[in-house]
């Protein structure tokens, strides 16, 4: 009986320590996927790019859309994502500019940005003319509710 009882402890601490190690190794990619570095894949076309003043006047006479995007949205990533590889498919005379939200890597800049355009939670488009008002604005989706939305 004694034995029996060692021999299912022994088992049960194994089978805790065997579910440990592994809800700690996919926590650990779960961990870095999230806050990783994310770099955006430019060298496809200019359809798909980061915010900068100049990206932005260097855009002013095609559509504009602004991504307010950040590296900790869940949602966002799948967007950024689906712009990336749909970059061939943006009209040339659009060009979809990636505006970090409240993450680590926002500037002051883009700090204003958001401001000027009301912007009140990430993974929010606005799509703006060539003199920089606002044409239209929504919330959510990737590459196929950006060609819905575009006016």
Request: with cysteine; charged share 25%.
């Amino acid at each position: 009986m004694k034995s029996q009882t060692i021999i299912v402890t022994i088992t049960i601490l194994a089978v805790v320590a065997l579910g440990i190690m592994f809800l700690t190794k996919n926590q650990q990619v779960d961990t870095t996927t999230i806050s990783g570095p994310v770099s955006m894949d430019t060298a496809k076309s200019e359809q798909y790019v980061e915010y900068s003043q100049a990206e932005l006047e260097k855009a002013s006479q095609k559509r504009r859309v602004l991504f307010f995007y950040a590296n900790w949205c869940p949602t966002c990533r799948p967007a950024d994502e689906s712009f990336n590889e749909n970059q061939a498919n943006i009209p040339e005379d659009v060009v979809v500019i990636r505006v970090n939200y409240n993450d680590s890597d926002t500037d002051q800049a883009e700090k204003d940005l958001a401001r000027k355009y009301g912007i009140g939670y990430q993974h929010t488009f606005v799509q703006i003319d060539s003199e920089g008002n606002q044409v239209a604005i929504w919330n959510g989706g990737e590459f196929d509710e950006m060609m819905e939305n575009l006016k």
